[in-house]
């Protein structure tokens, strides 16, 4: 018979109670509002989202990378494992509870990746961020910018993630990467509008759904082309 879940701490927040539980020694979950946001026993599709955004990064010489929400660090680790020593490695992320998660009740589940020496937590939008860099410009592009947020984009959002996925934030983060940057994005479910979207704003779209059987998840690897 499976154990309860616990409730290990929570916060208020403008869309509910954002909740940690675990369950067991090494099993979490992160919710909202009762709703699930993050299973720490299903996160095939973050590691592969860091995995092919990365990949290749290790031959450059101090590769720049922008993640753009932590959750329970599985993404940001799985970069860490695919960059370079001197790789710099920012991380976006809204709610500094989640920062304190991952550096204590669930910092097991990454080795504490968040304290990496070549990681920054920035607490702010991401859409911020890459707006930033893309108007300051060159010394600030990034190689890859990861974006692993809640739903992703996804058709009939009635345009709720047009601020990360329309047609003025794709322009921002195309201009925020470097020649040949990879702009990584994970999603629910497939969006052939999201598709059409960046390839209008200049990037290849190469569309994946790791895993087998059952709900797979999209991961969206789009590399700034050249005009």
């Excluded at 970069?79 to 550096?103: F, G, K, R, S, Y």
């Excluded at 939008?125 to 860099?133: G, L, P, Q």
């Excluded at 994005?185 to 209008?200: G, H, I, M, N, T």
């Amino acid at each position: 018979m499976a154990q309860p879940w616990r409730v290990v701490d929570s916060i208020e927040t403008d869309e509910g109670l954002l909740d940690l539980r675990q369950r067991g020694e090494k099993d979490f979950l992160i919710t909202i509002d009762s709703r699930v946001l993050m299973n720490s026993s299903a996160n095939m599709s973050e590691i592969v989202l860091s995995e092919l955004a990365c990949a290749g990064l290790k031959e450059i010489k101090k590769p720049k990378v922008l993640v753009g929400g932590l959750g329970m660090g599985f993404t940001l680790k799985a970069a860490l494992d695919h960059l370079p020593p001197d790789a710099e490695v920012m991380v976006a992320e809204l709610n500094p509870i989640m920062v304190t998660w991952c550096q204590g009740p669930i910092a097991q589940l990454t080795g504490g990746a968040v304290d990496d020496p070549r990681v920054t937590v920035v607490i702010s939008d991401v859409a911020k961020v890459i707006a930033e860099a893309a108007k300051k410009g060159k010394e600030h592009l990034f190689d890859a910018i990861i974006l692993d947020l809640y739903e992703g984009p996804y058709e009939g959002d009635q345009g709720r993630g047009d601020y990360l996925y329309g047609k003025k934030a794709l322009a921002a983060s195309r201009a925020a990467l470097k020649a040949g940057g990879v702009f990584a994005v994970w999603s629910e479910d497939p969006d052939q509008a999201f598709e059409k979207r960046l390839q209008a704003a200049g990037f290849t779209v190469n569309r994946q759904r790791p895993g087998r059987g059952g709900r797979r998840h999209v991961v969206y690897i789009a590399r700034k082309t050249e005009r």
